[in-house]
């Protein structure tokens, strides 16, 4: 099974599971497989919310429309529920110009930003008309990003968590705080950090291509965390990135370099 084969059974199967939000990107080349697996659900699309982001290699406002339509004719339908700049580089000023615009003509139900810290976000803000709904950032135990939560809770943005088990690093599964806490409702610490997100109020995204873990990541809804349980996850905060520092020059010169 390929890659895109992969996509397209694991998004099927995540919605035949009960799950509703997709999140999808053009850097990630596979929203035509998200498309086909929605078309192949039978779901009516306004019961499905779908996320994707505009790339840096679109950047400005004639390429994201453009960029944009193209998303729209690969996922098969004629409106997003959610788009989104994908990195705070290049003009994304003119790409935000350009997504005001299609949310205007209702082409977009909601428009926001992904990887924005506190500088950016705010200038972006106090530069244009439309306040970002979502920011779309690397959170989980280990980075949980409070300072900048405090900010977009100044303007209502919801957070939106990419990497919520930080791509298994620093032992996530088997940690013993969050193992702990799952024996004691007889669950995963997979399924205690989704839950712990869940009582945040931060949306998160968490991806699997096993159909079972797929399921077991969608069986949070039966128990929930004491304040202490809270607590003790919120004592696991490194106050760093584990996965994608956007303040590293090596990594914007990356970026820039792969897509350019």
Not at 64 to 75: D, G, H, N, R, V
Not at 229 to 246: F, G, P, R, T, V
């Amino acid at each position: 099974m390929d890659d895109l084969n992969q996509c397209e059974e694991s998004v099927l199967h995540a919605l035949k599971t009960g799950y509703r939000l997709i999140d999808t990107a053009v850097a990630y080349e596979n929203e035509e497989a998200v498309g086909n697996a929605i078309k192949r659900s039978g779901i009516k699309r306004e019961e499905i919310f779908i996320t994707s982001k505009a790339w840096i290699s679109y950047d400005g406002y004639k390429k994201t429309l453009q960029s944009f339509e193209q998303t729209l004719k690969k996922l098969q339908t004629d409106y997003l529920d959610l788009y989104l700049i994908h990195m705070p580089l290049g003009d994304y000023h003119g790409t935000w110009r350009a997504m005001e615009e299609l949310y205007k003509a209702g082409k977009i139900n909601a428009i926001g930003v992904c990887n924005f810290l506190e500088d950016r976000l705010v200038d972006l803000i106090l530069s244009h008309e439309i306040v970002p709904a979502v920011n779309q950032v690397e959170m989980h135990p280990f980075n949980q990003q409070q300072e900048l939560r405090k900010v977009m809770g100044k303007y209502d943005i919801k957070t939106m968590a990419w990497g919520p088990f930080a791509e298994g690093k620093n032992g996530i599964f088997t940690n013993e705080v969050l193992v702990n806490i799952g024996k004691k409702y007889g669950k995963s610490a997979a399924q205690v950090i989704i839950r712990w997100f869940r009582e945040k109020g931060v949306i998160t995204i968490p991806k699997s291509v096993h159909p079972e873990r797929i399921e077991e990541n969608f069986q949070v809804d039966d128990f929930t965390l004491t304040n202490e349980d809270m607590e003790e996850i919120e004592n696991l905060d490194l106050k760093h990135s584990l996965i994608l520092d956007i303040t590293s020059l090596d990594e914007i010169y990356r970026m820039h370099g792969e897509w350019h």
